[in-house]
């Protein structure tokens, strides 16, 4: 199974079922070009989180099926 994403804009709208997160994003949004977004990590260093498209900060998260503890 391939990875999935889903992500978050700073309104609180989702965006689920993405494959290829950039592409599917600007498909959706109509757009043709995205900018990487970034956060400071507790070690200092710039981590990549999402993309910036259409004037949307869309934050990115990797969706996993849930697997609960054997009884």
Known sequence: MDKQYMA???HGC?????????KDLME?????RA?????DTVNGKAQHC???IAGYWLR???VKPFEGREL
């Open 50 to 52: 999402g993309y910036k």
């Open 35 to 39: 900018a990487k977004m970034y956060v």
């Open 28 to 32: 959706r949004l109509g757009r043709k």
């Open 8 to 10: 978050i804009d700073q």
């Open 60 to 62: 990115l998260y990797e």
């Open 14 to 22: 989702t965006y689920h079922g993405l494959t290829h997160p950039r």
